[in-house]
Each structure stands twice: as structure tokens, then as C-alpha cells.
């Protein structure tokens, strides 16, 4: 609140003024008779978030600021006034919530001992009361960015200290949190789906797939599946061999294959492609070339009944298969 001049004129030396104003949240009274200034500051704090009045006396001795109506030396403040002035002298209207002049520049042209600051006010005013008459808020001669209605939500964020752009950065955190939030959800959901997935890798492929029956051209050559396949680690990733014959490496890996009962079922017919005194076992072709169109008997290989049933031309019945074997 400020009561006071509005500009400077030299040959009108008139400088009194009064301001009431909140600093750190406690009421500061600025009062100046026209020979200096005197302030008076409420220095006991009171409860925040509710609502408080504040009474001044003016005497041509004293000046008190009374604070919720409490007689007690911890809610009021006196003093005296500066000089031999006794009176306020003052013709300009009372501004609330700020003032329109640059009160910095009449404090330095009227040289006053302490200058109201220029900050403005935000939060609730009501009832006020000059000479006990009522001043009504709601319809001002001359307003800016004040609101009649005085709105709650307004009020409490004001008690706690909280100004508009304050609220606004308060909100714009909030949304530049929740955007990074969903950010990061969609990117751990992707990264969950390539590489979190449970893949079951085929033995005697090379490559592993994400998705059965694609991916072939997006696939690098690897043999580290073939390396963990069989027990292999990165120590014999390189290893020094001796120059051998390439005939004598087949023949050895043949008869390790012939001989691993683990790599094959039982039941497994092998087809090699030179037929010769070295076979062991007849392959399916032979089954099926016989010339003299007898049946073909199999007495020294028990497992190869079946087979011979199956591919055989005379018997087609399900029971014959089960008494042949």
C-alpha cells in the first residue's frame, strides 16, 4: 500500500508519504511527515497460510502497527516521528498491490531516508478501513491484473511463497519429466522385445534367427553358436595344427561319425555315394533294385526289418509290419 506523491515538483516541496508493505513475509511500515522518514518493522512472526490484520495508529507522537488486534508488546510496534512534523500531508489516491511511479527515482529527488520497494504484492486484501470507513475493492477507479474476486487457490499458493512463474516452472518440470518417462518406457519395451526374447537355437544352424523362417539377410556369418554347440572357448578359437593330408582328415572325421552312437538315432540308414566291398550296411536304393523280385531278407540287421516292410511291393498291411519286426 502506498500514499504519496506522484511525480516531483520543485516548487511544490511537499515529500510526505505512507507504505505498508510485506518484507519476508512480516509487515514493514514507512512513514514520512515531511521531515524524515521513520520505519517500523513487526520483527515476531506469526502463523503463515492464514489470514492476519494490521492496524495503524497515527498520533502526533507516536506511530503503532498493531497486529491481530494484540495488545501485547510481541504484536505491536511503535515509534516516533522523525522531525518536528506531526501530520500527514497528503492529496494523491491510495495504490494497493503496487505503485504506478518509479518510487526508486522520487526517493532519490525527495531524498528520503528509506524508499518503499517496487515490488508488488500478490495474495488477498480485505477490509480495508481509512478513518473508519470501508473502502469497497471490488470496484477500483484504476486496476491492473487484479482479480475482485480474490480466488483461494490464488491465496494459498501466494502463502506459501509461490508466485505465477513459479507455478509455470513448476508445471514445466512436470511435463518435461512425464515426456522423459514415456521416453524411456518405449525404449526399454524395444529393447525387451529384440533382445530379451527366449530364442531356442537349432542345432546345425549357424546363424541365430529372432523370428523362425526370416532374418537370413540380416544375419552375420558366426561360428561362436557351433563353438558353444560343442564346448568350445575362446582358448582354441586359434589353434596350430600340423600340415595333414586332407584325404587322411575326411577319412578320420567318416569313421568318428561312424562310430558316435550320440550323433545319429539307431535307426538311421546312411547313403554314401560310392557303394562299394567297404559298406557295411545296404542303403535304401538296394532295397528297391533287386532283380529277381524275391523278398529281400534282412536277418542280419534286426533293426531294418521295418524298412524293409515299408518299401516293400508285396505287403501293404499294418499288421504284416508289427509280425515282421
Known sequence: MYIGP??????????????????????VLLLDYGSGTTRIEHRHRFPQGKPFTV????????????????????????????GPN?????????????????????????????????KGFSGCIRNLTINERTYDLGLPSLAKNA???????????VSF??????????????????????????????KDEWYDKDIHVLHGT??????????ESAGIYSLETLLKNLGFGDATRYVQTN???????????KNACDHDSRAYPIDDVRHYAYEGDDVSYQSLSSLTTDSDGSNLKLSHLPHFHLLADIYSEESSDPDEWFRAS
Open 86 to 118: 506531526r501530520f500527514l500531508n497528503v492529496n494523491a489516491p491510495l495504490q494497493l498491490g503496487g505503485a504506478a511511479v518509479n518510487l526508486d527515482y522520487l526517493g532519490s529527488l525527495f531524498n528520503w531516508t528509506y524508499v518503499p520497494q517496487d
Open 147 to 157: 482479480d475482485p474476486g480474490c480466488q483461494r487457490s490464488v491465496a494459498v499458493a
Open 243 to 253: 600340415h595333414l593330408d586332407v584325404s587322411v582328415v575326411l577319412l578320420n572325421s
Open 206 to 215: 549357424v546363424i541365430d534367427y529372432e523370428v523362425e523362417g526370416g532374418g
Open 55 to 82: 492496524e495503524i495508529v497515527l498520533q502526533p507522537q507516536t506511530i503503532e502497527m498493531i497486529v491481530d488486534n494484540c495488545k501485547l508488546s510481541t504484536c505491536m510496534s511503535l515509534d516516533a516521528p522523525k
Open 6 to 27: 506522484l511525480n516531483y515538483n520543485p516548487r511544490l516541496q511537499v515529500q510526505d508519504f505512507l507504505a505498508l508493505e510485506l518484507v519476508k513475509g512480516l509487515p
Open 161 to 190: 511463497g509461490i508466485d505465477s512463474y513459479f507455478l509455470i516452472a513448476i508445471i514445466a518440470c512436470i511435463v518435461l519429466l512425464l515426456i522423459l518417462l514415456l521416453a524411456f518406457v518405449v525404449h526399454k519395451k524395444h
